[in-house]
């Protein structure tokens, strides 16, 4: 049996109640209960739609009751299938920052060990200047998001997340505080290379979340 345009809209309305507004995962589960309650209304010709729509709202109650996570932050209490679901946007994204930004890492150790790799004052001075501009163009992705009339799940990561994040490029820049500068008693830190690293690819992850959050802008609600 198809639901009715009001019936769906009953649905989207109650998935909106549980915080579910993101739209990437709200019409994704909007399809799913809907067919949960179609079949039931074919299987059992005699239960009404209140009665299908109660019992595939308890299939999805563990995905739905309120849930967080230390990756994400304890104070974000959201619906268990967004914290699911942005928690695995920032282990992908963390994954690839950390292989990719290791690997150069270790790279530029080896070279400036076997003194093939030299950083001056002026090199530090250009990161500095890019790591501003880098900084200003994430809040910049950020107010647009903002701008937007709409959630997704991509939208959270970057408020959560690359906003925040983005004051780091003014704390651990050498033209400000020297934070930065890769050397501590006259010797390379790894550690502080690392971050340097990591902090020029990041970008890279947080404009794949804002792309990825305005390729959903036409998504449309789509029921079986």
């Excluded at 200047?129 to 959270?156: A, E, M, R, V």
């Excluded at 925040?164 to 930065?180: D, K």
């Excluded at 947080?206 to 029921?223: M, Q, S, T």
Aim: hydrophobic share 45%; with cysteine; net charge positive.
């Amino acid at each position: 049996m198809k639901l009715t345009q009001e019936q769906i809209q009953e649905i989207e309305y109650a998935l909106n109640k549980r915080g579910i507004d993101y739209i990437d995962l709200k019409y994704e589960l909007l399809d799913h209960i809907a067919t949960d309650i179609e079949q039931l209304m074919t299987e059992d010709k005699t239960i009404s739609f209140e009665e299908a729509f109660n019992q595939a709202f308890y299939k999805w109650k563990d995905a739905l009751r309120n849930s967080s996570s230390l990756l994400l932050g304890l104070a974000y209490s959201r619906p268990k299938i967004v914290v699911q679901a942005c928690v695995n946007i920032l282990k992908r994204g963390s994954f690839m920052l950390t292989l990719y930004g290791g690997a150069i890492t270790l790279v530029l150790y080896l070279l400036i060990k076997l003194g093939l790799l030299h950083f001056s004052e002026f090199f530090f001075n250009v990161v500095g200047i890019l790591q501003f501009i880098i900084g200003g163009g994430l809040l910049l992705l950020f107010f647009h998001i903002k701008s937007s009339s709409y959630k997704t799940s991509y939208s959270f990561i970057y408020n959560i997340n690359v906003a925040p994040f983005s004051i780091y490029y003014f704390i651990f820049n050498y033209n400000i505080t020297m934070i930065g500068y890769p050397f501590e008693g006259g010797f390379l830190s790894l550690i502080s290379l690392f971050v340097q690293v990591e902090m020029l690819l990041y970008p890279l992850f947080a404009y794949r979340v804002f792309k990825n959050h305005f390729k959903l802008r036409e998504r449309k609600v789509f029921v079986s």
